[in-house]
């Protein structure tokens, strides 16, 4: 089966704390597509990355960073020394090229606290 | 730059009454469009994508059907809103093949069936 597993549903911490979000995932294909989007309390989603099956390379984008390993079917992220302006719902999803279908994880929602 | 609008932003609808969600993107042509919803304490459930005008698959089979009558308008309908029909409506669209690039989502439509 197809699936996308972010286990934490909720995650608090003190602002300038290093976080980091998990996502698990499962496919059969060999070619695929993981991503990371925000959900501010606003509600509109923002695309954070994209990564292919074939790009194992890590990512940094400033506080941001990515941690993308095959063999353990994970895509995790981290934001290093986190602001008050992090806190939002965050989902992981996963775009399956031989289904042709994305599905995204539950969410994990994020509280920075200052 | 490229806009995505969605309206009305908030609806609160009877049971059994009609429903019709619009969604238009501006800075584009032949977007791919998604709607999405999203259940409280739910992740996003992809309903309907399209790749073209008159070009609409559905993800889920129940009574809400989605049209595509211009390049960059999509409408999400229902004859008859369930309570379960409650939750928030996403637009999106993305520029490459479906599915496999990012998405661009539109700020929500927050529906209510009482």
């Known amino acids: 089966a197809q699936k996308v597993t972010q286990a934490q549903t909720e995650i608090s911490v003190v602002e300038k704390e290093d976080v980091t979000l998990d996502c698990v995932y499962e496919t059969r294909d060999t070619t695929y597509y993981l991503f990371w989007y925000k959900q501010p309390p606003s509600g509109e989603l923002v695309f954070l990355i994209r990564?292919?099956?074939?790009?194992?390379q890590n990512e940094i984008s400033g506080r941001y960073s990515w941690n993308f390993q095959k063999s353990t079917s994970s895509f995790n992220f981290t934001i290093t020394a986190s602001q008050v302006v992090d806190s939002a719902v965050y989902f992981c999803?996963?775009?399956?090229?031989?289904?042709?279908?994305?599905?995204f994880g539950k969410g994990t929602r994020l509280h920075i606290l200052p | 730059s490229q806009t995505i609008h969605q309206w009305p932003a908030t609806l609160v609808q009877p049971v059994g009454s009609p429903l019709s969600l619009e969604c238009t993107v501006e800075g584009t042509s032949n977007p791919n469009l998604y709607w999405y919803r999203q259940a409280a304490g739910r992740g996003l459930q992809l309903l309907f994508y399209?790749?073209?005008?008159?070009?609409i698959s559905s993800e889920v089979p129940q009574n809400l059907s989605a049209s595509r009558p211009q390049d960059r308008q999509f409408i999400l309908s229902s004859k008859k809103l369930l309570l379960s029909d409650s939750g928030f409506y996403l637009c999106?669209?993305?520029?490459?093949?479906?599915?496999?690039?990012?998405?661009?989502f539109g700020p929500g439509t927050r529906l209510t069936v009482t």
């Open positions: 999106a669209w993305s520029a490459g093949l479906a599915g496999r690039d990012e998405q661009y």
């Open positions: 990564r292919n099956s074939f790009d194992e």
């Open positions: 399209s790749v073209g005008i008159g070009q």
């Open positions: 999803a996963l775009f399956m090229n031989r289904d042709d279908k994305i599905i």
